[in-house]
């Protein structure tokens, strides 16, 4: 049972390239997230999917794009990359949006030159 | 926007001794949890305490939510150095969109 399995972990990206970062989980869970983390600034949302087929915007989603595959699968995309999207990238999901608990990926770190 | 903040930012102890970090937020709530991270990993659910409660255990953990002063602390008892981690509260305000919002973290170091 993995879990929540996010891609790549690892990622050295170039100002104005584009990339997506995946997220999958075998939990059967209905709802998916991405967060981001920085130093010292804790972990912001960037972008939440609370069931198959929407998603919403969180506190930080200038600058990506996301897609909800379908339920097992969420991604996120950076069109034209920044050095300020340095940053680790969190992939979660829960069972509901409701129901507190979130189950958290490895994490994806990534470089903007 | 972080909704709630940890206290002490860092905290720095010897294996057997307790642990006890602090969190205060801002607006109602419906639920507030604690998330462990260790170095380099993703975050880990460590237990979850609903607004009409006042105290949870799980092992070595104790949670205490007090509403009226918009705080939550967790104690770990007896640390060990394998306790070592960073330590974030999440919130999720009543009324609003039930996801989990972060604060920044408290840094426990437990010195063998």
């Known amino acids: 049972n993995a879990g929540v399995t996010q891609t790549p972990k690892f990622q050295v990206l170039k100002t104005g390239q584009s990339m997506t970062l995946q997220c999958a989980q075998d939990m059967n869970h209905n709802s998916m997230y991405w967060y981001r983390q920085d130093p010292g600034m804790g972990l912001r949302l960037i972008y939440y999917s609370a069931s198959e087929g929407t998603t919403d915007k969180g506190e930080v989603p200038n600058g990506y794009n996301v897609s909800r595959l379908n339920k097992r699968e969420f991604s996120l995309r950076l069109e034209s990359a920044a050095p300020s999207q340095t940053s680790v990238y969190f992939c979660a999901s829960s069972i509901n949006r409701n129901t507190g608990e979130l189950f958290f990926g490895e994490g994806s770190r990534l470089t903007v030159l | ?112």
Request: proline share 3%; with cysteine; glycine share 8%.
């Open chain 2, 1 to 112: 926007s972080q909704q709630g903040e940890e206290d002490p930012q860092a905290l720095s102890i010897q294996e057997g001794e307790n642990a006890t970090m602090n969190c205060s937020y801002k607006t109602s709530i419906n639920n507030l949890q604690w998330y462990r991270q260790n170095s380099g990993r993703g975050l880990v659910h460590l237990i979850l305490i609903r607004s009409n409660e006042r105290e949870k255990h799980s092992g070595r953990l104790r949670v205490t939510l007090d509403t009226s002063k918009k705080s939550s602390s967790l104690l770990i008892t007896a640390s060990r150095a394998a306790d070592t981690a960073s330590y974030f509260c999440a919130t999720d305000a009543s009324g609003g969109s039930y996801i989990p919002t972060f604060g920044r973290g408290t840094s426990l170091i437990v010195h063998p």
